[in-house]
């Protein structure tokens, strides 16, 4: 799983690197030869674009430098925790799912996977196999049970 997410960043980081040292400056160049730049749209949507590149790098540099941070060998492999991968059974609706948990710019939407910092990936951290958690969800309190737990370093194979 750390190894996709790394591959996602160097790959979103290797597009934008790549729109502001090349596409963005074409753009610009081509605005300021169309003249008057106070009253020139493209001129202004490629700066702020250009504005936009360069924090969303910051923000994906920071990511990286996080990522490498993390140590799978000192995460616990009896409880859920990051990169968790994780089947829960619903009670209320006896319904069973089967969730990743992620950190939140991760998510695919529609892909099974719950970020970390969300109700119910709060709700989810540390519970371990065979236990009851209860959720609370903005629409209410929601109670599951665990059913299977396979964390990153068994996921790894370090557990």
């Known amino acids: 799983m750390l190894d996709e997410i790394r591959e996602?960043?160097?790959g979103e980081i290797e597009e934008l690197l790549h729109e502001l040292h090349v596409i963005l400056p074409d753009?610009?160049?081509k605005a300021v030869e169309l003249g008057d730049l106070r009253e020139n749209s493209e001129y202004k949507s490629s700066l702020e674009r250009q504005q936009f590149v360069q924090?969303?790098?910051?923000?994906?540099?920071?990511?990286?430098?996080?990522?490498s941070k993390i140590d799978v060998t000192a995460m616990p492999s009896d409880r859920i925790g990051f990169g968790?991968?994780?089947?829960?059974y619903d009670l209320e609706m006896g319904k069973e799912t089967q969730v990743t948990i992620v950190v939140g710019d991760m998510i695919q939407l529609g892909g099974g996977e719950v970020s970390m910092s969300s109700a119910m990936g709060r709700g989810l951290m540390g519970a371990r196999e065979n236990e009851e958690v209860t959720v609370e969800l903005p629409r209410?309190?929601?109670?599951?049970?665990?059913?299977?737990?396979?964390?990153?370093p068994e996921q790894m194979g370090m557990a």
């Open 8 to 10: 996602k960043l160097e």
């Open 140 to 152: 209410g309190l929601k109670q599951f049970k665990v059913l299977k737990v396979i964390t990153l």
């Open 27 to 29: 753009r610009i160049e």
């Open 84 to 88: 968790s991968k994780v089947d829960i």
């Open 55 to 67: 924090a969303r790098l910051g923000h994906l540099t920071s990511r990286m430098s996080e990522l």
